[in-house]
């Protein structure tokens, strides 16, 4: 069922420890008591950040339903509030493992998921020896009263993905990341930019557990004309998204151009093949 605003929480802290699971869910409840409808954590909140280092652990995948997606749907369903959140899956069927973001409902329903797509391998970000890229395009997610999409991190920063969402008709992308506090004016850059190209709401949320790597840097929501709407180191920041915003944005300069969706994918083959 649609609705004309969605309101959101961005929560910046990771849950990995002894009491992680009881924090989440006292930070659901309280996100839900100031009006959240849906909650966005970092990247692999339920995680130390594994790629700080190339060491493959066993215990740091899991198979679908594993432990910290049970977390996960657990803390949404106590608080009744809507969740992004993520873990490492093996798909049982190649082995393989995957950056997922797993989407639960305010019942701890699963879904949507979403393979991480553009993965770095450098200095504290090894993210190849840990997990392989995503093999599906994002999808617009339609439980939560506005039209949503989820990219992670590093995925922004190729713009077809967000392209993609908004011309599905994604009035929001939500994009859980762990970054570096020196990186952030080029990523609010990116961001701004995919929110304007898109004509969609930009929401970003960072790791902030600078212990391995000096991951930092604010929470964020930009609106479809590329307006920051709040930028903060607050544990958790609170906006509402109004489709109004987003229809006006669809009306106006960039918004009303057509994609030209069949060029550009032609032009893509041929690089391709």
């Not at 990186?183 to 790791?207: C, F, G, M, Q």
Request: glycine share 8%; charged share 25%.
């Amino acid at each position: 069922m649609s609705q004309e605003s969605l309101t959101i929480a961005l929560i910046g802290e990771v849950f990995f420890d002894a009491d992680g699971e009881a924090r989440l869910s006292a930070r659901l409840a309280e996100a839900k008591s100031r009006g959240a409808e849906l909650v966005l954590l970092p990247e692999l909140a339920l995680d130390s950040w594994v790629p700080a280092t190339q060491e493959v652990r066993d215990a740091d995948a899991e198979k679908p339903d594993g432990p910290r997606h049970r977390t996960l749907a657990r803390a949404a369903r106590s608080a009744g509030i809507g969740v992004v959140g993520g873990a490492i899956i093996r798909d049982p069927a190649t082995g393989r493992r995957h950056n997922t973001a797993l989407v639960f409902d305010a019942s701890g329903d699963l879904v949507a998921t979403y393979r991480k797509v553009h993965l770095p391998e450098e200095d504290g970000f090894w993210e190849t020896s840990h997990y392989v890229p995503g093999d599906r395009p994002p999808e617009v997610i339609r439980a939560f009263g506005m039209p949503v999409g989820v990219q992670i991190c590093s995925d922004a920063n190729r713009p077809e993905g967000s392209h993609l969402l908004g011309a599905m008709g994604a009035e929001a992308i939500l994009l859980p990341r762990a970054t570096e506090a020196g990186s952030w004016e080029r990523w609010k850059l990116v961001l701004r930019a995919n929110a304007v190209t898109s004509t969609a709401y930009v929401l970003s949320v960072n790791r902030r557990d600078p212990i391995a790597i000096p991951l930092g840097g604010p929470s964020i929501a930009i609106d479809p004309h590329g307006r920051v709407v709040a930028e903060s180191l607050d544990p958790m920041v609170v906006v509402t998204l109004s489709r109004a915003v987003v229809e006006e944005a669809r009306h106006v300069y960039p918004g009303y151009m057509p994609v030209r969706a069949g060029l550009y994918a032609d032009a893509w083959r041929t690089l391709s093949s």
